[in-house]
């Protein structure tokens, strides 16, 4: 059975620390990996992520995919209070080619 | 425009009632998808439409009932729903339903609309 396991579920920081939320997956036809962040409603993309040990960078968040062990990091350097969210992890792929979700990882940042 | 609308923004409907969801994006996307998400879950597929046509149905009850009528538009038509189906209702789309390298299918998502049956 396809699945994605983010780590930790929860994830409680101060303003100015580093966080690294983790991705790991075991999903059959691998096509991409994508990153959202999720507020009150709806998801918003982050990075998309096709090939082994590119690191894709946006501001303060980068991320990098490690297609020979399955798992993909999303690193957010000197954190700040509204990047409080739900960070979901999406493998496209499976039988049908979908997006198939983790269960998110919940970062909470306090000033 | 990165946009995917969805309309309306909150519902509240009886069980008794029929309403519609509705879903727009002007990005040239020919895949659009339902999803449906419980508090504190991720969201769960529940239809995809690629090329006006519907290419997949996780086992959604018949109360759900979608509709594309044109590469733009994908509505969610709702009938004698349950307590239980109250939940925010997300529609995504995005390039294609071909997910690959070289091929930037980023899926975009809308803000939702918040669902309460009662």
């Known amino acids: 059975e396809d699945k994605v396991v983010q780590s930790p579920l929860s994830l409680v920081v101060h303003e100015g620390d580093t966080v690294t939320l983790n991705c790991s997956y075991e999903v059959t036809n691998f096509r991409s990996l994508l990153w959202y962040k999720q507020e009150k409603k709806a998801p918003t993309f982050l990075f998309m992520l096709?090939?082994?040990?590119i690191e894709k960078k946006s501001g303060r968040l980068s991320s990098i995919l490690d297609k020979k062990e399955l798992f993909s990091i999303l690193n957010i350097t000197a954190t700040q209070t509204g990047d409080s969210a739900v960070y979901l992890c999406?493998?496209?792929?499976?039988?049908?080619?979908?997006?198939?979700f983790g269960k998110g990882t919940k970062l909470s940042v306090k000033p | 425009d990165t946009e995917v609308t969805q309309t309306p923004k909150h519902l509240v409907m009886g069980m008794t009632n029929k309403k519609s969801l509705k879903c727009e994006q002007h990005m040239g996307h020919r895949a659009m998808y339902w999803y449906k998400q419980k508090a504190k879950k991720p969201p769960e597929l529940m239809f995809v439409y690629s090329y006006e046509k519907l290419s997949i149905n996780e086992s959604v009850p018949s109360r759900f009932s979608p509709e594309c009528p044109n590469s733009s538009l994908l509505n969610l038509h709702l009938h004698a729903l349950q307590p239980e189906d109250s939940a925010l209702y997300l529609c995504?789309?995005?390039?294609?339903?071909?997910w690959g390298v070289g091929m930037n299918t980023e899926a975009f998502f809308g803000q939702g609309t918040r669902l309460t049956v009662v």
């Open positions: 995504a789309s995005s390039l294609t339903r071909r």
């Open positions: 999406a493998v496209a792929g499976g039988s049908q080619g979908n997006l198939i």
């Open positions: 096709t090939s082994s040990g």
